[in-house]
């Protein structure tokens, strides 16, 4: 089975950097593609970003609010994907969290979750 530990979150000053990193362990070979979502105090879940195991930016997809200042990748052994996040705002504070697509039968839904890692960005 596969499954991903988030880490990175944390507190950070409006305008700064952080790298959230989702590393997969087991059979990484079966995801093939990554996806970042969050989850805002009081809000529901919301995508944030999403990168097929294909190396190409046609596979890498933005939500409007975090195009230009948020960059997902991964390494070349598909175990590590990183949500680089630059010119933090104060509204995106959420619950961070990382799903691996992968085949139905390694899980039903296709997909498996990260824990979820918090990012609070301060005035």
């Known amino acids: 089975q596969v499954q991903l530990v988030e880490s990175g979150g944390g507190l950070v000053q409006a305008g700064g950097s952080l790298r959230l990193s989702c590393v997969a362990s087991?059979?990484?070979?079966?995801?093939?593609?990554m996806a970042w979502f969050r989850r805002a105090p009081g809000e529901e879940r919301e995508f944030v970003a999403r990168?097929?195991?294909?190396?190409?930016?046609?596979?890498?997809h933005y939500a409007d609010s975090v195009k230009g200042r948020f960059t997902i990748s991964r390494d070349g052994n598909k175990n590590t994907w990183y949500l680089q996040m630059n010119s933090l705002k104060p509204e995106d504070t959420a619950q961070y969290f990382c799903?691996?697509?992968?085949?139905?039968?390694?899980?039903?839904?296709?997909?498996?979750w990260g824990q979820g890692t918090l990012v609070a960005v301060s005035s």
């Open positions: 087991g059979n990484t070979f079966d995801i093939y593609a």
């Open positions: 799903k691996a697509e992968v085949p139905q039968w390694l899980s039903p839904d296709g997909e498996v």
């Open positions: 990168k097929s195991w294909e190396w190409t930016d046609g596979s890498t």
